[in-house]
């Protein structure tokens, strides 16, 4: 029974990493950019949520709309103000400005809210299911955060491959002359990947808080490079990869925490990481692109 | 013609070379004599180290990202292999060689072949990927990197020295005395860095990459980076250069590492993170990616910077920050730059458009 609750446990976390690397896939696959920033963006919507909930005692609903509406505004700024500049430069330029945003958010983060730890609230009322006596326990957050981003990915899937702007997205991340040469919107297609990336960055973040409920300025980070590795280790571009990578870290995290070790998790993640990256060099769900010479 | 062009190269390079030699040395000189006249504050001494230390480590970082082209995000684990394996170093030596320096320099040599070690263990499986996701990692590796120094024990007792890997606190006999604690990290280190090493040290740095750079070697390299499939079907042995590159770029970044290790009385391992290997990562990027001089000035000002916006308290980062991302888009945003040369034009007026009618 404690496997199946560690099973539980390790696919909870991991549905709120994959949150999180579906943004870093989507932004990686469209504008070719590591956005390190992103974790930072999360950090912000959880903010965000922790303020409208406690300060303005509105209920938890409206404070993750207003979340994903700071986020999105947020990342559409970002993304306008710093990377867009830069566009065609080589990828270590957008890095380092993507680095330096990551600290202008910390910071300013830091400012507003001070570096001291905020008890965030969990945005779930209901109560805990119990299974077979007790001996199974499912939270009113392990189902949100399943059903959430299971949504979110068919949603994504849907969008990227019925709508026209997500068909615009796909033509960018295949070949950005060619589609500029048929009529799109470059520019624009690339902003919405960030409205969208950053709108889900938010939900993730007011997730993941509801689980872990300290939040700091520096909250997004750690999830943040894990998600990069879940979305790398799915396979960086796809969307049903960046799902599998989160859930199957989430698992090997949580499993290599209770049966092996937990001083050295990190260790054992980023390993399979590797193993994985050296077999399958493009990723579990990737396309290996062949190099023309 | 050709052979004039040739030693007009030749001689531009090497006149490059003996500019950063004698900025370096200069720099040296300038800040010895104000030290000796006493004229720095106690907390610029302080500086003077780690900013030694931060310029091995971007020009050693520079070889890898800006002259291999090779993105790596986890130079400072190298560096934390360095700074633990030369604290051990260093305490073992204790009796046996009394003399400071001499010491010290066991403890810095000591620490960068073992860093080059691991960065050969690490590059054979590693240097098959390339691009984003040699970066993610190298990111990785300097993880898994610092999670094992995190958990990594050693003492001395009286049966001798004892070193463990574990989860739990290795036991000594009583009397021993711990070396590196886990994750409370190295304690008690005997502060044997000095100035003048961090000097040798940078010259050192210096002459190891400026002559990989300038060599056959370096040509080839720099072949790779250009053109792979080009310089692969020209006979060049890509695996073979590119795993040089990030061994030589281990041993110096070991070599730093154990000179920071021992300028202060306990360090832990999470400062080897993720955070100090960008923070080099951008102390080459901003310098010049492939121009060894740009790394070192840029390592000092950035930073002397944060420290000097000390007396801004809680705005000095995001000062920082802000300062980073406006100098990214000044260097690189073809926008920008236009909008720059426009007004440098205006400025400069007749005296440009000669040098250009000059040129035609």
């Known amino acids: ?293 | 013609m050709k052979t004039k062009m040739n030693t007009l190269l030749k001689n531009k390079n090497a006149r490059t070379n003996a500019l950063t030699y004698l900025v370096v040395i200069a720099a040296f000189l300038v800040t010895q004599y104000l030290y000796s006249a006493d004229a720095l504050s106690s907390s610029v001494k302080g500086y003077l180290i780690p900013i030694c230390v931060y310029i091995s480590l971007a020009v050693s970082l520079n070889l890898l990202v800006g002259i291999c082209g090779e993105l790596s995000l986890g130079h400072a684990g190298f560096m934390g292999i360095g700074a633990f394996s030369g604290i051990v170093i260093a305490a073992l030596l204790k009796d046996t060689i009394p003399n400071d320096a001499l010491r010290l320099l066991c403890a810095m040599f000591g620490g960068g072949i073992l860093a080059g070690a691991v960065g050969f263990v690490i590059g054979v499986p590693v240097l098959r990927l390339r691009g984003d996701y040699l970066a993610i990692v190298t990111l990785a590796f300097g993880e898994i990197l610092k999670n094992i120094i995190g958990n990594t024990y050693a003492g001395i007792d009286e049966s001798g020295f004892h070193m463990a890997i574990s989860t739990t606190k290795m036991p000594l006999e009583t009397g021993g005395k711990y070396i590196i604690n886990g994750p409370l990290g190295a304690t008690g280190i005997q502060k044997i860095a000095t100035f003048p090493m961090g000097f040798v040290l940078v010259l050192f740095t210096l002459f190891v990459v400026l002559n990989l750079i300038n060599s056959k070697e370096g040509r080839a390299i720099k072949a790779v980076r250009d053109n792979r499939i080009a310089a692969e079907s020209v006979g060049i042995n890509v695996t073979a250069f590119r795993m040089k590159a990030f061994v030589v770029s281990a041993f110096l970044a070991g070599m730093a590492g154990a000179l920071f290790g021992l300028n202060y009385s306990s360090v832990t391992a999470s400062k080897f993170n993720f955070n100090t290997s960008i923070n080099i990562l951008v102390f080459v990027v901003l310098g010049g990616m492939g121009n060894i001089l740009g790394s070192v000035i840029s390592a000092t000002l950035l930073y002397v910077l944060p420290e000097a916006l000390r007396s801004l308290q809680d705005y000095r980062m995001i000062l920082y920050a802000i300062v980073l991302i406006v100098v990214m888009l000044c260097t690189w945003s073809p926008k920008v730059k236009e909008y720059l040369s426009v007004i440098g034009d205006k400025l400069g007026g007749l005296r440009k458009k000669k040098e250009v009618g000059s040129h035609e």
């Not at chain 1, 993750?64 to 509406?69: D, E, F, P, R, S």
């Not at chain 1, 970002?78 to 910071?107: C, D, H, M, W």
């Open chain 1, 1 to 293: 029974m404690q496997i199946i609750q560690y099973l539980i446990n390790g696919i909870s976390i991991g549905a709120v990493y994959a949150i999180i690397a579906l943004g870093y896939t989507m932004v990686y696959g469209i504008a070719k950019m590591l956005n390190f920033a992103h974790g930072d963006v999360i950090m912000v919507g959880a903010y965000i949520s922790f303020c409208v909930t406690n300060y303005l005692g509105l209920p938890s609903a409206v404070s993750v709309v207003a979340a994903v509406v700071v986020c999105t505004v947020l990342g559409i700024t970002i993304e306008g103000l710093a990377y867009k500049p830069l566009r065609g430069t080589p990828g270590l330029a957008v890095l380092i400005t993507a680095i330096g945003v990551s600290y202008f958010l910390q910071n300013a983060a830091q400012l507003i809210w001070s570096s001291s730890p905020k008890n965030f609230t969990s945005i779930v009322t209901m109560d805990p299911i119990s299974l077979m006596d007790g001996q199974l326990v499912i939270t009113g957050e392990v189902l949100l955060t399943v059903c959430v981003s299971v949504a979110v990915m068919v949603g994504l899937t849907f969008f990227t491959s019925k709508t026209r702007t997500g068909k615009a997205m796909r033509a960018v991340s295949e070949d950005r002359d060619a589609a500029q040469l048929m009529g799109i919107n470059v520019n624009r297609t690339i902003s919405t990947t960030f409205a969208i990336g950053s709108a889900l960055a938010a939900i993730a973040g007011v997730l993941l808080c509801s689980t872990v409920p300290t939040l700091m300025p520096t909250t997004g980070s750690m999830p943040g490079i894990r998600a990069f590795t879940a979305a790398v280790f799915g396979g960086i571009g796809s969307i049903p990869g960046a799902m599998l990578g989160g859930v199957l870290l989430g698992i090997i995290e949580t499993f290599s925490k209770a049966y092996l070790s937990t001083q050295f998790s990190d260790a054992i993640v980023f390993s399979v990481l590797i193993i994985i990256l050296l077999v399958k060099p493009a990723g579990l769900l990737g396309k290996q692109v062949q190099e023309k010479v």
